[in-house]
């Protein structure tokens, strides 16, 4: 959970240097206790949301493509609920007519905190994250090129294999 409070961390830093801003430019006051709410809320979703497609996604190739590609359908539904919640708010509507939105950040938060918690130990065993293809054939990247595999026994870092070696002469 380091990586997901620093990361929160990082973008309460950025809100609370942008907010005033923001406030100033537009002539508005965008310190209501409500907007806060939603903005912590969505930070929160947000970042939880990263955290754990960021974690899943490390171990994988194309993980520079991935992510994003993980993120944005996933993250999509936190970032239409913070605007349509900072919207009702910033034009005075009912609780009762920004509810649904709220209840959704709040879902979502629940959600992908209570994933992440769930994943810590899978995270902590990092053959989780590898296919069992990649595993076993990283095991022989320093077999020669005429060698051929007898027997094995296992699958992992730890598997046991028999090679032939065949020489050429020439």
């Known amino acids: 959970f380091g990586k997901f ?15 005033p801003v923001y406030s100033v430019l537009y002539n508005t006051n965008l310190f209501q206790p409500g907007l806060l709410l939603v903005i912590l809320l969505g930070s929160v979703g947000y970042t939880s949301i990263g955290t754990l ?13 991935l992510l994003p590609i993980l993120l ?5 539904a936190v970032l239409l609920a913070a605007v349509r919640a900072s919207g009702g708010i910033l034009d005075n509507l ?7 939105p709220i209840n959704l950040l ?12 769930a994943s810590v130990p ?5 053959l989780y ?5 990649v595993i076993f054939a990283s095991n022989f990247a320093s077999t020669p090129r005429n060698g051929s595999i ?3 026994e296992g699958m992992g870092e730890r598997s046991n294999c028999a090679f032939t070696v065949a020489t050429t002469s020439g």
């Open 5 to 19: 409070f620093s990361n929160l961390a990082f973008m309460l830093i950025v809100e609370a240097i942008v907010l």
């Open 129 to 133: 994250f590898k296919s069992p293809g």
């Open 53 to 65: 497609l960021a974690t899943m996604s490390v171990q994988t190739r194309a993980r520079d493509i």
């Open 72 to 76: 944005f359908p996933v993250v999509f």
């Open 94 to 100: 009912t609780i009762a007519d920004i509810a649904f």
């Open 122 to 126: 899978l995270a902590a065993n990092q």
């Open 150 to 152: 007898n027997s094995c």
């Open 106 to 117: 709040i879902t979502y938060d629940v959600i992908f905190i209570a994933a992440s918690l």
